[in-house]
């Protein structure tokens, strides 16, 4: 699973240089001029400060070391510092729409849309043919859910800058975010064209060959970026998640391990890795995952979701109850947390609060076959409301037919219903694809019902070599 909710947005931070060289250093005009980003970011706030204080400089080129000094801080992470220069630099050059978009750049990486998309606003009615703002506008636009707009914008960048390889890969997220994968593709192809070693374009084609289900694609295109770019961790990240999607696990944790070693504060990551220990068999490597998850980003509800998985593989089923709440909490709209929720409560014997759970993942989505099957299950063993437990099975074999697990349960209605013909056919129906205990036991019990008393007692007998107390167990299931 490559949780498509952690793509990269690249922003556009434009360096700018002015000024004389009179008597200051030759080194820190270069650390805090047009070769800038070519040093450290602590250097380079060490000569635009340097620069800044030593009081020879106004206008365009106070401007500009207070822009630079901003952009270094930004590297730094640290965005307050650096809007309080891209603020002196608006100051002392207010016409400058590199610097409104530079620091409307700064207002999105704090989470402030609204104020980024007023300074970008400001850049392009500065400049309006500031193709780096229309680019950063639109990924503003795809954060706050405004697709439409968002490919508006990448469009007038690209119309600007018909070479802008930037422009492209981002709108081929939009498109991807919209469901055209096709048209995404078309995208990072163009962006790889302009720029061969354009390794975000890379990772982010490798994205979309994931979820068109061509892993072997998708990994090619992680290769690459990993190739053009060593450290980039995301590419480690997805490319663990196309392993684990193909069932290789050493491969995924390995590229996980690889991922946290380049950004040990990646929430997500620590998330996958724990799924693929869980896959793994080993639900306490998978907790500890989970947990380290949670620590960094205590929101984030799919952490607590899986974390509920886990504690349930080992038996906790109140942790397992308690981490569903904590998701729904966050994401009052986690279908799963609250169809796995249901599966807990159904563990524990309250089938109250099993109905409740699998009534609101079905209200949330709809299409969920598991859901259907899970309350025709259980209002089937309970003897609860047996018609519309057909309705529920129906409903699952709508959307997945041909299910063996949900055509085992439906046989169990029918075997209730007294539609021993049905049940039989049914069950019969399960044991083309698999010889299960229940399905023999099952149909044993409706053949005798129907008159059938010898096939009954052979598939019976078939039941109880399967499984010795499958009677004890039906029973249970309020089937003599």
């Known amino acids: 699973m490559i949780l498509t909710e952690i793509k990269p947005v690249l922003v556009s931070l434009v360096l700018l240089t002015s000024g004389t060289l009179s008597a200051l250093s030759q080194t820190q005009l270069e650390l805090c001029g047009e070769n800038a980003k070519l040093y450290a970011a602590d250097r380079r706030v060490d000569a635009s400060t340097a620069l800044i204080e030593s009081g020879r400089w106004s206008g365009a080129g106070l401007t500009s070391f207070f822009h630079n000094r901003g952009l270094a801080w930004q590297a730094k992470g640290n965005f307050d510092r650096a809007l309080a220069d891209y603020d002196r630099a608006i100051q002392s050059g207010p016409n400058n729409a590199i610097v409104y978009n530079n620091r409307g750049n700064a207002w999105a990486d704090k989470g402030n849309l609204d104020r980024a998309l007023a300074d970008y606003d400001k850049a392009i009615q500065i400049d309006p043919n500031y193709a780096n703002a229309y680019s950063d506008r639109g990924n503003t636009w795809k954060a706050k859910g405004n697709i439409d707009r968002a490919l508006a914008d990448f469009d007038k960048a690209i119309q600007l800058n018909p070479d802008f390889a930037l422009a492209y890969s981002n709108r081929g997220i939009a498109w ?164 796995k929720r249901g599966f807990a409560w159904e563990a524990k014997g309250n089938l109250d609060r099993t109905l409740a759970d699998y009534d609101k993942a079905i209200q949330l989505n709809p299409n969920n076959a598991d859901a259907y099957n899970s309350r025709c299950w259980s209002r089937a063993t309970a003897g609860r409301d047996l018609p519309q437990a057909l309705n529920d099975c129906n409903a699952s074999l709508r959307i997945r037919p041909q299910d063996a697990d949900t055509l085992d349960s439906r046989g169990l209605v029918q075997l209730k219903l007294g539609g021993y013909d049905k049940a039989i056919a049914d069950y019969t129906a399960v044991l083309t694809t698999k010889a299960t205990a229940g399905a023999f036991y099952g149909r044993g019990i409706a053949k005798r019902r129907s008159g059938d008393k010898a096939g009954g007692d052979a598939d019976v007998a078939r039941a109880k070599a399967i499984q010795a107390d499958i009677a004890q167990v039906y029973s249970g299931r309020g089937v003599q």
Do not use: C
């Not at 944790?253 to 896959?279: C, E, F, H, S, V």
């Not at 509920?308 to 709440?325: E, F, Q, T, V």
């Open 176 to 339: 991807a975010d919209k469901g055209n994968l096709d048209r995404a593709m078309v995208d990072y192809d163009k962006a790889i064209q302009l720029n061969p070693n354009f390794a975000l374009a890379y990772n982010n084609r490798g994205l979309a060959w994931a979820d068109k289900k061509n892993l072997d694609r998708a990994l090619v295109d992680y290769d690459k970026a990993i190739q053009i770019d060593p450290n980039y961790a995301l590419a480690y990240n997805n490319r663990g998640a196309a392993w684990a999607d193909k069932k290789n696990l050493d491969r995924a944790l390995a590229d996980y391990d690889k991922a946290i070693q380049l950004n040990p504060n990646d929430a997500g990551t620590y998330r996958r890795r724990g799924i693929a220990w869980q896959m793994k068999g080993s639900p306490d490597h998978a907790l500890a995952d989970y947990d380290k998850a949670i620590q960094l980003n205590p929101n984030e509800a799919p952490a607590y979701y899986v974390r509920g998985l886990a504690w349930a593989d080992k038996g906790n089923l109140d942790r397992a109850i308690a981490d569903y709440d904590k998701a729904i909490q966050i994401n009052p709209n986690l279908a799963l947390a609250y169809y």
